[in-house]
């Protein structure tokens, strides 16, 4: 079973930056082995993917409004993904969450991601 735990949100000004970090812990893992999303959701909005990092580390995608800003990497040793958001606009402001999906690339399963954090709130605002 893996565990998933976000944490870095908070509330920031237009044009500021934040970390997100995604730490998944359990039993006999290995978090190469899985594609990492971000996901947000903003109040009365649908959920949105934001970026994906491959279980390989190999392959990134961004959502287009989030390119040029948002980052994410992995620390293996660590295992954690984090998410580095620059720039940040007001059309950020949500909850964030983390997901994994067991598979090697990033192409989200037809049903619902395997594992899911709890979220973490960033707001940005002046």
């Known amino acids: 079973q893996l565990k998933l735990a976000e944490s870095g949100g908070g509330s920031v000004l237009p044009g500021e930056s934040l970390t997100l970090s995604c730490v998944a812990s359990?039993?006999?893992?290995?978090?190469?082995?899985?594609?990492v999303y971000w996901f947000r959701q903003a109040p009365g909005k649908e959920r949105e993917e934001v970026t994906c990092m491959s279980g390989s580390a190999g392959e990134t995608k961004y959502a287009d409004s989030v390119k040029g800003r948002f980052s994410i990497s992995r620390d293996n040793a660590k295992g954690t993904d984090h998410l580095q958001m620059t720039n940040l606009k007001p059309e950020d402001t949500g909850v964030y969450y983390c997901a994994a999906h067991f598979n090697l690339v990033c192409v989200p399963p037809s049903g619902d991601m395997d594992y899911w954090g709890s979220g973490t709130q960033v707001t940005v605002s002046s």
């Open positions: 359990g039993f006999s893992w290995n978090l190469d082995d899985y594609a």
